[in-house]
C-alpha cells in the first residue's frame, strides 16, 4: 500500500506524482506535516477509507505553515473527501505560487492521466458580484468549468479576508445534480486560506472524476467488526456514537448550538467575555432571559422543529449540519458573532455570521477579534475614526433589547468587517492582531490585547480559543484552536491537564490521518486502528506513526506564557467557579485558587508551566 500525491506548481503549471508507502506515512497528517517540512507545501489530503462504508469517513485534512498560527497546523473539512477520491489519488500538494490570483482545475475520467490547469481569474471583482465573497467565487469556478465533468465536482474557495488577513478560512459546499447547496464546510482554523491565496496564488481550487477505488464497502465484516467490540452493528453504534449532533432526547434540541445552549447555564460567555466576572445568578438570568427564552427557542421553532438540517456531502445518520434556509447554525460561530458580541437573536447573528462567511474569514476567529474591537470601542481606548466605523456596541444590560440591540450590534460587526478588509483607520492585520496591538499600544491608557482572550505562539502567532469557558482551552500545545486539548468541564490539575491534552492530541491525529469527522469518535478511535490490523496487518506501526507525529509537532511547540489580563482572568474565573458555584472539594484546586486570589501573575505562570510540563513529558519524540 501507498498514497499517491500530485504535485503541483502553480507558478507554471507543472505537476507531477509521487507515492509514498505505508512504511513510514500513513494518511493525510502524518505524510502532510512531512511535506510542509520538505517543500513549505499547502497540502489536501484524504484517509485510506475515503468512500467506504464508514460514517465520517470523507474529511479533508489540510496541512500547511498557518499565516495566524506561525507554525505546523492541520485542519479540516466534512464531506469534501468523497469527491476527491475520485481523482484516484490521496493527496493535493501546492508548491509554488501563481504569479496573479489563480483557479486551479483538476479533473480525472475513467483512470486517464489527471488534467490539472493553472486559471488567472479577476479575483476581486467576483468577490464583489452576485452571493458576494467565497458564494460568488463558488458560483463563477463552476460556470467556468462545471461542464466539463460526468459526474458533479467540488470547489474550495477564499474570500477577501485570505487576501486582506491572516486568517482567512477554506470553504466548500456540496453540489448534486448541478445544484450547488447552502450547506457550507469549512477548513476554517489556521488561516490556510490566507495561505492558498498569499503563499501560492490559488484563490480556488476546483476537482472531480470518474476514478473508482476499491474502497472498503463489506457490510458483513464490517458488522462483525463492530459486534465483537461493541455488540452493536455499525449503523447502531454510530446512531448512538452521534446522538448529540443529530437529537439529543434529553434535552429536547439537537447540534452543537443546540445542546451546548441548552445545557450551558451559568458557564454562559458574552460581551467578550465580561460574564466571567459576573456572579452565577446574574449569568443564569442572563442565560435563560436571553438564551433560553429567545436565541434557542428560536433555533429550536426554526430548525429543529422543523427538521432543517443536512450532511456535509457524505451519507451521514449524523446530519449535523442545521439549517435556517441558507444559514447554516454551529455553536462557535453563532457564539463568537452572537452572545460574544452582544447578539441573542437570530436575525442579528445570521446577517453577521453570513457577511463573515462570504468575506472568508475563520468565523471563530473572526468573531473574536470583532468581540475584542467592539469592546475596545465601548471603553474608549480606541476612536470610531481608528476603527473607521459610525457606531458603537450596545452592551449595557440594562433595558437590553435582544432584537433591536443584536441588530445594531450585528450591523457594527459588519462595519467593522469592512474596515478591516478595506485597512480603515489605524486596521492593518496583515500580520495578525497580535502584532498590531503591539505596534498600536503605546500612548494608550492599557494594552489593547489586554481584554483579548487568545493563545500566543512563537514571535507573532495567535489564536482565539474555542468557545467553552475551560483551563484547557488555553493550553500551552503545539497546535491549538481544534481539540488537541482537553475541553470537559472538569477541574484537572495543570499537570495532569498536560498529559491529558497530550493524549488527546494523539487520539484525535488518529481521527485526523484517517480523514475521520470527529463526531464519529465514540467508536472510530477505538475501532479504526484494529480494522488496520485487519485489512492492512499494520496497527502498531499506525499507532507509533501517530506518536511520531505528536512528537514531531511537540518538538516546534513554541508558546507563549499568556500575554493578556483577560485570559488570566478567564483561568481564575474558571476555577474559583469550580469551587464556589460547582463545589469541587478538590484540594488543588482549593490551593491554586487562594494561589491566584494571592498574586495572580505568579500562580497563572505556575499553573501554565505546570501545564506545560505535563505537555512535554508525555510527547517525547520518538524515533
Same mark, same amino acid.
Given at each position: 500500500?501507498?498514497?499517491?500525491?500530485?504535485?503541483?506548481?502553480?507558478?507554471?503549471?507543472?505537476?507531477?506524482?509521487?507515492?509514498?508507502?505505508?512504511?513510514?506515512?500513513?494518511?493525510?497528517?502524518?505524510?502532510?506535516?512531512?511535506?510542509?517540512?520538505?517543500?513549505?507545501?499547502?497540502?489536501?489530503?484524504?484517509?485510506?477509507?475515503?468512500?467506504?462504508?464508514?460514517?465520517?469517513?470523507?474529511?479533508?485534512?489540510?496541512?500547511?505553515?498557518?499565516?495566524?498560527?506561525?507554525?505546523?497546523?492541520?485542519?479540516?473539512?466534512?464531506?469534501?473527501?468523497?469527491?476527491?477520491?475520485?481523482?484516484?489519488?490521496?493527496?493535493?500538494?501546492?508548491?509554488?505560487?501563481?504569479?496573479?490570483?489563480?483557479?486551479?482545475?483538476?479533473?480525472?475520467?475513467?483512470?486517464?492521466?489527471?488534467?490539472?490547469?493553472?486559471?488567472?481569474?479577476?479575483?476581486?471583482?467576483?468577490?464583489?458580484?452576485?452571493?458576494?465573497?467565497?458564494?460568488?467565487?463558488?458560483?463563477?469556478?463552476?460556470?467556468?468549468?462545471?461542464?466539463?465533468?460526468?459526474?458533479?465536482?467540488?470547489?474550495?474557495?477564499?474570500?477577501?479576508?485570505?487576501?486582506?488577513?491572516?486568517?482567512?478560512?477554506?470553504?466548500?459546499?456540496?453540489?448534486?445534480?448541478?445544484?450547488?447547496?447552502?450547506?457550507?464546510?469549512?477548513?476554517?482554523?489556521?488561516?490556510?486560506?490566507?495561505?492558498?491565496?498569499?503563499?501560492?496564488?490559488?484563490?480556488?481550487?476546483?476537482?472531480?472524476?470518474?476514478?473508482?477505488?476499491?474502497?472498503?464497502?463489506?457490510?458483513?465484516?464490517?458488522?462483525?467488526?463492530?459486534?465483537?467490540?461493541?455488540?452493536?452493528?455499525?449503523?447502531?453504534?454510530?446512531?448512538?456514537?452521534?446522538?448529540?449532533?443529530?437529537?439529543?432526547?434529553?434535552?429536547?434540541?439537537?447540534?452543537?448550538?443546540?445542546?451546548?445552549?441548552?445545557?450551558?447555564?451559568?458557564?454562559?460567555?458574552?460581551?467578550?467575555?465580561?460574564?466571567?466576572?459576573?456572579?452565577?445568578?446574574?449569568?443564569?438570568?442572563?442565560?435563560?432571559?436571553?438564551?433560553?427564552?429567545?436565541?434557542?427557542?428560536?433555533?429550536?421553532?426554526?430548525?429543529?422543529?422543523?427538521?432543517?438540517?443536512?450532511?456535509?456531502?457524505?451519507?451521514?445518520?449524523?446530519?449535523?449540519?442545521?439549517?435556517?434556509?441558507?444559514?447554516?447554525?454551529?455553536?462557535?460561530?453563532?457564539?463568537?458573532?452572537?452572545?460574544?458580541?452582544?447578539?441573542?437573536?437570530?436575525?442579528?447573528?445570521?446577517?453577521?455570521?453570513?457577511?463573515?462567511?462570504?468575506?472568508?474569514?475563520?468565523?471563530?476567529?473572526?468573531?473574536?477579534?470583532?468581540?475584542?474591537?467592539?469592546?475596545?470601542?465601548?471603553?474608549?481606548?480606541?476612536?470610531?475614526?481608528?476603527?473607521?466605523?459610525?457606531?458603537?456596541?450596545?452592551?449595557?444590560?440594562?433595558?437590553?433589547?435582544?432584537?433591536?440591540?443584536?441588530?445594531?450590534?450585528? %450591523? @457594527?460587526?459588519? $462595519?467593522?468587517? #469592512?474596515? *478591516?478588509?478595506?485597512?480603515?483607520?489605524?486596521?492593518?492585520?496583515?500580520?495578525? !492582531?497580535?502584532?498590531?496591538?503591539?505596534?498600536?499600544?503605546?500612548?494608550?491608557?492599557?494594552?489593547?490585547?489586554?481584554?483579548?482572550?487568545?493563545?500566543?505562539?512563537?514571535?507573532?502567532?495567535?489564536?482565539?480559543?474555542?468557545?467553552?469557558?475551560?483551563?484547557?482551552?488555553?493550553?500551552?500545545?503545539?497546535?491549538?484552536?481544534?481539540?488537541?486539548?482537553?475541553?470537559?468541564?472538569?477541574?484537572?490539575?495543570?499537570?495532569?491537564?498536560?498529559?491529558?491534552?497530550?493524549?488527546?492530541?494523539?487520539?484525535?491525529?488518529?481521527?485526523?490521518?484517517?480523514?475521520?469527522?470527529?463526531?464519529?469518535?465514540?467508536?472510530?478511535? %477505538? @475501532?479504526?486502528? $484494529?480494522?488496520? #490490523?485487519? *485489512?492492512?496487518?499494520?496497527?502498531?506501526?499506525?499507532?507509533?506513526?501517530?506518536? !511520531?507525529?505528536?512528537?514531531?509537532?511537540?518538538?516546534?511547540?513554541?508558546?507563549?506564557?499568556?500575554?493578556?489580563?483577560?485570559?488570566?482572568?478567564?483561568?481564575?474565573?474558571?476555577?474559583?467557579?469550580?469551587?464556589?458555584?460547582?463545589?469541587?472539594?478538590?484540594?488543588?484546586?482549593?490551593?491554586?485558587?487562594?494561589?491566584?486570589?494571592?498574586?495572580?501573575?505568579?500562580?497563572?505562570?505556575?499553573?501554565?508551566?505546570?501545564?506545560?510540563?505535563?505537555?512535554?513529558?508525555?510527547?517525547?519524540?520518538?524515533?
Amino acid at each position: 500500500m501507498y498514497q499517491r500525491v500530485l504535485f503541483v506548481d502553480p507558478a507554471t503549471g507543472f505537476y507531477r506524482t509521487g507515492k509514498y508507502g505505508f512504511d513510514r506515512y500513513f494518511g493525510p497528517a502524518d505524510l502532510g506535516i512531512h511535506l510542509v517540512e520538505k517543500y513549505r507545501s499547502l497540502n489536501f489530503g484524504v484517509g485510506i477509507f475515503a468512500g467506504s462504508i464508514f460514517p465520517g469517513s470523507n474529511r479533508m485534512v489540510v496541512t500547511g505553515y498557518s499565516p495566524c498560527w506561525q507554525g505546523y497546523y492541520l485542519s479540516s473539512m466534512g464531506g469534501a473527501g468523497l469527491v476527491f477520491d475520485n481523482l484516484g489519488i490521496n493527496m493535493l500538494s501546492l508548491v509554488g505560487k501563481a504569479p496573479v490570483p489563480s483557479v486551479l482545475y483538476l479533473n480525472r475520467s475513467h483512470g486517464e492521466e489527471i488534467e490539472v490547469e493553472v486559471v488567472p481569474v479577476d479575483v476581486e471583482s467576483i468577490w464583489k458580484t452576485g452571493r458576494k465573497g467565497v458564494y460568488a467565487l463558488t458560483d463563477r469556478v463552476y460556470e467556468m468549468f462545471g461542464g466539463r465533468y460526468e459526474t458533479d465536482p467540488r470547489i474550495l474557495t477564499s474570500g477577501p479576508a485570505s487576501l486582506q488577513t491572516d486568517m482567512g478560512g477554506i470553504m466548500s459546499v456540496p453540489i448534486s445534480k448541478g445544484r450547488i447547496s447552502f450547506v457550507d464546510t469549512w477548513a476554517g482554523r489556521g488561516g490556510f486560506g490566507s495561505a492558498m491565496v498569499q503563499h501560492h496564488g490559488i484563490v480556488a481550487v476546483i476537482y472531480g472524476g470518474t476514478v473508482v477505488d476499491e474502497d472498503f464497502r463489506d457490510h458483513k465484516v464490517a458488522d462483525e467488526w463492530f459486534q465483537n467490540k461493541y455488540s452493536l452493528r455499525l449503523m447502531n453504534k454510530d446512531l448512538e456514537a452521534t446522538g448529540k449532533y443529530r437529537y439529543d432526547e434529553k434535552v429536547g434540541t439537537g447540534g452543537t448550538f443546540g445542546v451546548n445552549y441548552a445545557t450551558m447555564g451559568g458557564r454562559i460567555m458574552a460581551f467578550n467575555y465580561r460574564t466571567i466576572f459576573q456572579s452565577e445568578d446574574e449569568r443564569l438570568e442572563l442565560h435563560q432571559r436571553f438564551i433560553v427564552d429567545h436565541y434557542l427557542k428560536q433555533f429550536n421553532e426554526e430548525t429543529i422543529a422543523l427538521k432543517q438540517q443536512a450532511t456535509c456531502g457524505e451519507p451521514c445518520v449524523a446530519v449535523c449540519k442545521k439549517m435556517n434556509g441558507e444559514f447554516k447554525k454551529d455553536y462557535e460561530p453563532y457564539q463568537t458573532m452572537g452572545p460574544l458580541c452582544g447578539i441573542f437573536d437570530q436575525r442579528a447573528a445570521e446577517k453577521l455570521n453570513h457577511h463573515c462567511d462570504a468575506m472568508g474569514f475563520d468565523a471563530i476567529s473572526g468573531g473574536g477579534v470583532l468581540a475584542w474591537l467592539m469592546e475596545l470601542l465601548e471603553t474608549g481606548l480606541v476612536t470610531s475614526e481608528e476603527l473607521g466605523v459610525t457606531r458603537f456596541p450596545r452592551w449595557n444590560l440594562a433595558g437590553f433589547d435582544p432584537i433591536v440591540d443584536s441588530m445594531h450590534n450585528a %450591523e @457594527l460587526g459588519c $462595519e467593522l468587517i #469592512d474596515a *478591516i478588509l478595506e485597512r480603515r483607520g489605524i486596521l492593518d492585520f496583515r500580520e495578525g !492582531v497580535r502584532k498590531w496591538s503591539r505596534i498600536h499600544s503605546p500612548g494608550r491608557a492599557r494594552v489593547l490585547h489586554d481584554s483579548l482572550v487568545y493563545i500566543a505562539f512563537s514571535r507573532r502567532g495567535w489564536m482565539v480559543p474555542n468557545q467553552y469557558w475551560v483551563a484547557g482551552a488555553l493550553a500551552p500545545m503545539a497546535v491549538m484552536g481544534k481539540y488537541y486539548m482537553v475541553y470537559a468541564n472538569d477541574f484537572i490539575p495543570p499537570r495532569e491537564l498536560g498529559r491529558r491534552c497530550a493524549e488527546r492530541m494523539k487520539k484525535e491525529l488518529i481521527l485526523d490521518n484517517l480523514g475521520i469527522c470527529r463526531f464519529h469518535r465514540g467508536w472510530a478511535e %477505538e @475501532l479504526l486502528p $484494529e480494522v488496520m #490490523d485487519s *485489512i492492512y496487518n499494520s496497527k502498531d506501526q499506525f499507532l507509533h506513526a501517530v506518536n !511520531v507525529l505528536a512528537g514531531r509537532l511537540n518538538s516546534r511547540n513554541c508558546p507563549v506564557f499568556w500575554e493578556s489580563e483577560r485570559s488570566l482572568d478567564f483561568v481564575h474565573s474558571f476555577l474559583k467557579r469550580k469551587r464556589d458555584v460547582d463545589n469541587d472539594h478538590h484540594p488543588e484546586l482549593a490551593q491554586w485558587v487562594d494561589k491566584f486570589d494571592r498574586n495572580k501573575l505568579e500562580a497563572a505562570k505556575d499553573f501554565w508551566y505546570e501545564t506545560l510540563k505535563g505537555i512535554d513529558e508525555s510527547l517525547v519524540e520518538l524515533f
